[in-house]
């Protein structure tokens, strides 16, 4: 499985960011899939994933601003960031498991000026 992710940049406080992950496989085949991001000096961590059944898992400090949601007809997965905050900065790593192996994406940075 590939992922391609794209969509970072840089965006001021408050803003909006779109970011897109494209599979080579049906993104409905992937048992899990979503984003992580790294902040400078931070362990990776998890900001949303969305399961094959459509349930979605996220991290607090991005409820009710992130959204992920699923493109068939693009095949991507997809994560609305509204509201941004600083603290969102970070690689954001598009993520995937199928069957019983994990895939990472490259990463793509989100900076968030103040």
């Known amino acids: 499985v590939q992922l391609q992710a794209s969509g970072g940049g840089l965006v001021q406080a408050g803003g909006s960011l779109r970011l897109s992950c494209a599979a080579s496989?049906?993104?409905?085949?992937?048992?899990?899939m979503g984003w992580y991001r790294q902040a400078p000096g931070k362990q990776r961590e998890l900001v949303q994933d969305?399961?094959?059944?459509?349930?979605?898992n996220y991290a607090d400090s991005v409820k009710g601003r992130f959204t992920i949601f699923r493109d068939g007809a693009k095949n991507t997965v997809n994560l609305q960031m509204n509201s941004l905050k600083p603290e969102d900065t970070g690689v954001y790593y598009c993520?995937?498991?199928?069957?019983?192996?994990?895939?990472w994406g490259q990463g793509t940075l989100v900076t968030v000026s103040s």
């Open positions: 993520y995937a498991r199928y069957l019983e192996y994990d895939y």
């Open positions: 496989r049906s993104i409905f085949s992937m048992n899990i």
């Open positions: 969305i399961t094959s059944s459509g349930s979605t």
